[in-house]
Nanobody, 128 residues
Framework: VQLQASGGGLVQAGGSLRLSCATS????????VGWFRQAPGKEREFVAS????????YYADSVKGRFTISRNNAKNAAYLQMNSLKPEDTAVYFC??????????????????????WGQGTLVTVSS
């Protein structure tokens, strides 16, 4: 599946952005989706994940309570709503997808190496 991430930009601290991850594939509902980010000079880190049906979401501690992951399988899209942004949220954000055997409640996957399909990334810059 090919993924297209969008929605990044420049925002002041405390502001909000909504990232989108879209695909033209008709079987998007089969895929688990994760959002990751990579800041300059740092490794790619997990942000959030959502099961294929959208029933379970999981967040990194650093974004819990500020970010919300969601999806609309009818539109073949997933989203990352980011509120109360901080300068340390500055990074290139990537969406990723894969089919995992665990798809129900309690399932999450924070390891980027487990995902086979990646979008191109979208830059989020938070100014102080």
């Amino acid at each position: 599946v090919q993924l297209q991430a969008s929605g990044g930009g420049l925002v002041q601290a405390g502001g909000s952005l909504r990232l989108s991850c879209a695909t033209s594939e008709g079987t998007f509902s089969d895929y688990f989706v994760g959002w990751f980010r990579q800041a300059p000079g740092k490794e790619r880190e997990f942000v959030a994940s959502i099961t294929s049906g959208g029933g379970y979401t999981y967040y990194a501690d650093s974004v819990k309570g500020r970010f919300t992951i969601s999806r609309n399988n009818a539109k073949n899209a997933a989203y990352l709503q980011m509120n109360s942004l901080k300068p340390e949220d500055t990074a290139v954000y990537f969406c990723a997808a894969d089919r995992f055997s665990c798809a129900g409640y309690g399932c999450y996957e924070p390891d980027p190496d487990e995902y086979d399909y990646w979008g191109q990334g979208t830059l989020v810059t938070v100014s102080s």
